[in-house]
């Protein structure tokens, strides 16, 4: 693939997004990381991993993009603005890294000054996991329910389907037909 052709194609995905409201300047792509990445891939010398560093990289952004709009829907649907702030402190990019300690410090910083804290948290993970898993979350300390938000939230991110190769999540208000065993996700159809 061309480098002009990829950064073409990742200015139209990123364009399209914002036109249709699912990249907003809160939760938008930062088109500097875009930018240092294709700069990066003109550099290499190999045409081959020229290839396949562009395609990861689009790969990367697509999710992110697919991440900040399930993020932005999970908000929109949430239940009252506690839950709204805590969806807030999820960083995508993060995530994408398997990295949460910034998520975790974003989500105690927010609640520092909330009565119920552990209340809320609750709150927040049954709106969110909407299969009424309370009675177990009430034996946590608070440590271990900020861990269990934000590893709630994840599991609504995008995921990589390991057989068709595409994209997916599975939204609050859709009941998937199978259910992961350890980590209750949903599989898509």
């Known amino acids: 693939m061309n480098v002009n052709k990829g950064e073409i194609m990742i200015k139209a995905r990123l364009n399209y997004m914002k036109k249709s409201n699912k990249v907003t300047s809160e939760n938008s792509v930062d088109t500097e990381k875009c930018h240092d990445k294709i700069d990066f891939i003109t550099t290499d ?104 938000l934000v590893h709630t939230i994840n599991n609504r991110m995008p995921k990589k389907c390991k057989d068709c190769n595409e994209l997916y999540k599975m939204d609050i208000d859709s009941q998937p037909s199978f259910r992961c065993m350890l980590c209750n996700v949903g599989m898509h159809n």
């Open 45 to 148: 010398r190999s045409l081959k991993a020229k290839k396949q560093k562009m395609g990861e990289v689009i790969e990367g952004l697509i999710w992110s993009i697919e991440a900040n709009s399930a993020l932005k829907q999970i908000e929109s649907l949430a239940e009252n603005s506690q839950i709204s702030e805590l969806i807030n402190c999820f960083d995508t990019d993060c995530a994408e890294r398997n990295k949460f300690e910034k998520t975790q410090e974003g989500i105690r910083k927010c609640m520092q000054t909330w009565h119920e804290k552990e209340n809320s948290i609750i709150k927040a993970i049954e709106f969110i996991n909407d299969n009424g898993i309370i009675e177990k979350l009430r034996t946590l300390q608070y440590d271990e329910l900020v861990t269990c």
